[in-house]
């Protein structure tokens, strides 16, 4: 079933990793992946938080597991017995986290080892990080060809991932990074309460991929254990896909710089009345 | 009526959590990408315009030395104004005998 392709040079190890926990890195790997895999590409992904094992929840495959990434590096099964492969995305494969281990249970060497089997296998590898600087995120960074930076408008993730691309910076290997903002709420964008994906970028001085809004969709699809395509979210995530792929996707939603023209439609087409008062303030 | 002129501007709510999110965490990233704590810095700025002072006159009310960030690397920046040797009063560098009857 997982031939190799033979065009191993293009596939990529990508880690997605945040510095801060709660920012949705685990949402963001599955959504990802699920989106790459709709786009037709082979990906499999890994999770990297050991001890605290989420991906195959929210990717709802928990309850098809007989073997872990711990497994497979103390030698009790071979990568591919691990693999779980999702049932909605034949092109998905996922190698849970052990439960009851900790992080020490995988080195940085034997991560680069299972990345570079499976980039071998398939076009994205992509690794869900835990939070922290510590050993879990240095296992999960070891094999990264990139390295995508997820944060909040806010302003404890966002210092915490400036930390983060700090220490990517002096891997030896310095992956590219570039960042997702996750959570934006437009709204409270335009109210002048939420910091808006320029200033995030502004700030943390790294390539933006990614804007994904604040949709309760992601929590629904959670739930369920299915990611969710067609949803706000689900669109961002496509167009972070796509903007992996190379192509040029155009930031649509949720980027409040607007234009003088878009300012001025606004306010005289009487929506800005929604967002409260356009003259009284 | 001004409200609607900042609206059109794009100016709007200067004021709102997330210019002070912005201006905090800029100031905040400072000091932790230089791993210099405040005190530290203005200790330094102090030695840096005491120093310079010995050499020349410095318009020590308009100086202005900052860390910055520019991508991701810091900057020291310094802005420091030399005093005209002739101005009014005429001060001089050289310590000149020259008598000034102005």
């Known amino acids: ?281 | 009526m001004s409200s609607f002129w900042e609206r059109l501007l794009g100016r709007r709510n200067q004021t709102g959590s997330r210019n002070v999110a912005k201006e905090r965490l800029q100031l905040v990233l400072v000091t932790d990408r230089s791993d210099l704590p405040p005190e530290t810095i203005q200790r330094m700025k102090d030695e840096i315009i005491a120093v310079i002072s010995k050499y020349v006159p410095i318009a020590h009310d308009k100086v202005e030395i900052n860390l910055e960030q520019r991508q991701r690397d810091n900057w020291l920046v310094a802005d420091i104004p030399l005093v005209r040797a002739i101005q009014s009063g005429s001060v001089s560098l050289t310590d000149s005998t020259t008598a000034d009857d102005a």
Not at chain 1, 16 to 30: L, N, P, Q, Y
Not at chain 1, 239 to 258: F, M
């Open chain 1, 1 to 281: 079933m997982m031939q190799p392709m033979g065009r191993s040079a293009s596939n990529r190890v990508i880690t997605i990793t945040s510095g801060k926990g709660g920012v949705g890195k685990t949402t963001v790997t599955a959504n990802l992946s699920a989106a790459l895999a709709r786009l037709g590409r082979r990906v499999a992904c890994i999770d990297a938080d050991i001890g605290l094992r989420n991906l195959d929840l929210i990717l709802g495959v928990e309850n098809r597991i007989v073997n872990d990434i711990v497994d497979v590096v103390e030698g009790r099964c071979q990568l591919q017995q691990a693999l779980i492969r999702h049932k909605a995305y034949p092109e998905l494969y996922v190698l849970p986290a052990a439960q009851k281990r900790d992080k020490t249970a995988v080195s940085p060497a034997q991560m680069v080892r299972i990345a570079d089997d499976l980039r071998a296998q398939f076009d994205f590898v992509l690794i869900d990080s835990p939070a922290g600087i510590e050993r879990g995120f240095k296992n999960a960074v070891a094999p990264a060809d990139e390295v995508l930076i997820v944060t909040n408008p806010e302003v404890s993730a966002v210092r915490d991932a400036d930390r983060i691309i700090g220490m990517i910076e002096l891997l030896e290997k310095r992956p590219p990074s570039r960042l997702i903002i996750n959570r934006v709420k437009a709204e409270m964008v335009r109210r002048g309460e939420m910091l808006s994906a320029d200033d995030v970028t502004d700030i943390l001085s790294i390539q933006l991929i990614g804007v994904v809004p604040e949709d309760e969709t992601v929590l629904i699809a959670g739930n369920r254990g299915m990611p969710e395509a067609n949803s706000r979210s689900g669109q961002a995530f496509n167009e972070i896909a796509r903007r992996l792929l190379g192509e040029n996707v155009p930031y649509t939603h949720s980027n409040p710089s607007q234009g003088f023209f878009k300012r001025l439609t606004r306010l005289f087409s009487g929506s800005g009345a929604r967002q409260g008062s356009v003259f009284d303030e």
